[in-house]
T-cell receptor, first 113, second 115 residues
Framework: DQQVKQNSPSLSVQEGRISILNCDYT??????FLWYKKYPAEGPTFLISISSIKDKNEDGRFTVFLNKSAKHLSLHIVPSQPGDSAVYFCALYGGGSNYKLTFGKGTLLTVNP | DSGVTQTPKHLITATGQRVTLRCSPRSGDLSVYWYQQSLDQGLQFLIQ???????AKGNILERFSAQQFPDLHSELNLSSLELGDSALYFCASSVDGGTNTGELFFGEGSRLTVL
């Protein structure tokens, strides 16, 4: 039972353009929706999050959108930079007594110079 | 540097053997989480400890066990190893398992290869 789906295993964009990463989920019980970034040979690092009571959160070049009715989460990166090339995981957290972070399988973003 | 330390970084062993992976959380963090990342898989939640007690359990096999010690470091024990156990095992920590917003701090992982 895959609660979090990232349907695009990979995405390639040109430097300076917008990168849009998508994530769909099935369970509406989660309190927080997050994006983590992972470089090779490193652990995931937190990037940005959004509370279930909001629909948008912005942090510099990164914006996360939450569409609860569609159970859809997206991450926009504008402008994309080569250093953004990494695997991006969406993750869902909390809800009731659920303290675990549930991850999608990730999307490999490649930003070409 | 996340402040979470995992040892060993790499481990090669044979089927049927037992290994222990160790994790030291960030200073002040009470919760420790263990995740498994297999080839082409996302991060699968295994287990969480909060201040020495088990808080949540995921898809952890019966051959696997974990504990968190009084000094808050944690160990993940994997026994009767099979080829399919080859994976990256991540440890993460957070300040509090109850009021957290999902921001975890991950170590660099322990890569286990079972031959």
């Amino acid at each position: 039972d895959q609660q979090v789906k990232q349907n695009s295993p990979s995405l390639s964009v040109q430097e300076g353009r917008i990168s849009i990463l998508n994530c769909d989920y099935t369970n509406s019980m989660f309190d927080y929706f997050l994006w983590y970034k992972k470089y090779p040979a490193e652990g995931p690092t937190f990037l940005i999050s959004i509370s279930s009571i909001k629909d948008k959160n912005e942090d510099g070049r990164f914006t996360v959108f939450l569409n609860k009715s569609a159970k859809h989460l997206s991450l926009h990166i504008v402008p994309s930079q080569p250093g953004d090339s990494a695997v991006y995981f969406c993750a869902l957290y909390g809800g009731g007594s659920n303290y675990k972070l549930t991850f999608g399988k990730g999307t490999l973003l490649t930003v070409n110079p | 540097d996340s402040g979470v330390t995992q040892t060993p970084k790499h481990l090669i062993t044979a089927t049927g053997q037992r290994v222990t992976l160790r994790c030291s959380p960030r200073s002040g963090d009470l919760s420790v989480y263990w995740y498994q990342q297999s080839l082409d898989q996302g991060l699968q939640f295994l287990i969480q400890y909060y201040n020495g007690e088990e808080r949540a359990k995921g898809n952890i096999l019966e051959r696997f066990s974990a504990q968190q010690f009084p000094d808050l470091h944690s160990e993940l024990n994997l026994s009767s190893l099979e080829l399919g156990d080859s994976a990256l095992y991540f440890c993460a920590s957070s300040v509090d398992g109850g009021t957290n917003t999902g921001e975890l701090f991950f170590g660099e992982g322990s890569r286990l290869t079972v031959l």
